[in-house]
């Protein structure tokens, strides 16, 4: 959903990093918040206004007759792929090992894989980089990416990385016009049939204005958070860096926050949109067939993580241990970020490309058939 380190060079080579290196032999998540800091936070959110769930009038729906388990995995926040290509121009762009591994994982184990993209990159890194858009991207590779679409899609994240929380108070209108820009672009390099309709928004939250847009642009589901949720009384303290800013920032009535922490991640208490819901109602949905259908606005909503299972966030020797805690749920999803992959980034992982081989060959050997998330709702 969101990039959490922030430095990046140069342009990565289109080797990238696919080596294994060693590391701790303890399971741990990365970036853990120590237990200090985090009773610190909860005590604060305890003094704060609990509030009732956004979506109120719902039903849990079930896709039926679906044959044997099934895995989806997705990948956030990608654009330098399409940045590395649009300089490089390989005469494939399996060429690229970004891609190149995906299609090696698809070949070997049967992978299907979403990326969700921004349409351009950011001013964070260089106004140079700034100027990148899906618009210089190249469509000489659209063959490959028809030929591919059975397998690997693009699907919508955000106009770009920067700020956080980019649609917690969006406008219909900032959805529909990123969506769309969006949409003409992949679909000028990819091809017809490569858009992804399952959305993860970046960050997370969206707000219901923002829900109803996706659902007019024929998005099939959304992502949700889940948990009790709290009214901000603007106390800027209890949120990290700048992002209580983004609360107040065109405020809807549907934002607050909630208490999002767990092993491994390191920002405990968030910002939440419209797409929320409470824990027991999101449970319904996890590594299930299930979704919640919210009456008022016509949106599928979805729990599309399973626990521990983001990749980045895993040391490599911990992949199989944090898949198989999940136990084998009916619909296992998992997921990764791009940015980590480029060597140029402050926290890049050479081991990026084993860790996607390990969790894919985990699914093969344990009875899984990959799937795109939006087929597991109708």
């Known amino acids: 959903m969101k ?10 080579v289109l080797a990238g990093g696919c080596t294994s290196v060693a590391g701790r032999k303890d399971v741990a998540m990365l970036r853990a918040e120590p237990s200090s800091v985090q009773e610190a936070k909860r005590r604060a959110l305890s003094k704060l206004k609990e509030l009732g769930p956004t979506i109120g009038d719902f039903e849990i729906r079930r896709k039926k007759n679906i044959p044997g388990k099934r895995a989806a995995f997705y990948i956030d926040d990608v654009i330098w792929v399409f940045r590395d290509l649009a300089k490089s121009r390989p005469k494939s762009c399996w060429e690229h090992r970004f891609l190149g591994h995906l ?17 351009a990159d950011d001013f964070y890194y260089g106004a140079r ?30 106009l770009r990385e920067f700020p956080d929380y980019p649609w917690i108070n969006a406008s219909y209108d900032d959805v529909k016009y990123t969506w769309d820009i969006t949409v003409r672009e992949v679909e000028r390099f990819a091809g017809p049939g490569t858009f992804a309709l399952a959305v993860t928004p970046h960050w997370g939250p969206m707000s219901k204005e923002g829900c109803v847009a996706l659902k007019d642009c024929g998005a099939k589901v959304v992502w949700v958070s889940r948990g009790k949720r709290w ?5 800027r303290s209890i949120l990290p860096y ?6 107040e920032n065109f405020r809807k009535p549907e934002t607050a926050v909630y208490w999002r922490g767990g092993g491994g991640d390191d920002i405990s208490v968030s910002a939440c949109g419209y797409n929320h819901l409470l ?14 259908y ?4 016509g949106v599928n909503f979805k729990a599309f993580s399973m626990g521990g299972t983001c990749l980045n966030l895993l040391n490599l020797e911990d992949v199989e241990t944090a898949m198989a805690r999940n136990g084998e749920p009916e619909f296992y999803i998992h997921a990764t970020h791009e940015e980590y992959f480029h060597r140029h980034y402050f926290a890049y992982q050479p081991d990026y490309c084993d860790k996607t081989f390990v969790a894919v060959k985990w699914m093969y050997d344990h009875g899984y058939k990959y799937a795109f998330i939006e087929d597991s709702v109708d």
Do not use: C
């Open 231 to 235: 009214a901000y009384n603007g106390d």
């Open 103 to 119: 299609k090696e994982a698809h070949e070997k184990y049967g992978l299907k894989v979403q990326l969700n993209v921004f349409y």
């Open 279 to 292: 824990a027991k109602e999101v449970e319904k949905t996890r590594g299930t067939y299930n979704w919640v």
């Open 3 to 12: 990039r959490r380190d922030f430095m990046f060079g140069a342009a990565a």
């Open 242 to 247: 700048g992002h209580a800013m983004r609360i």
């Open 294 to 297: 919210d009456k008022d606005t």
């Open 129 to 158: 980089a700034s100027e990148f858009t899906l618009k210089d991207m190249p469509d000489i590779w659209k063959s490959e990416f028809q030929a591919a679409k059975d397998w690997l899609r693009f699907g919508f994240h955000s």
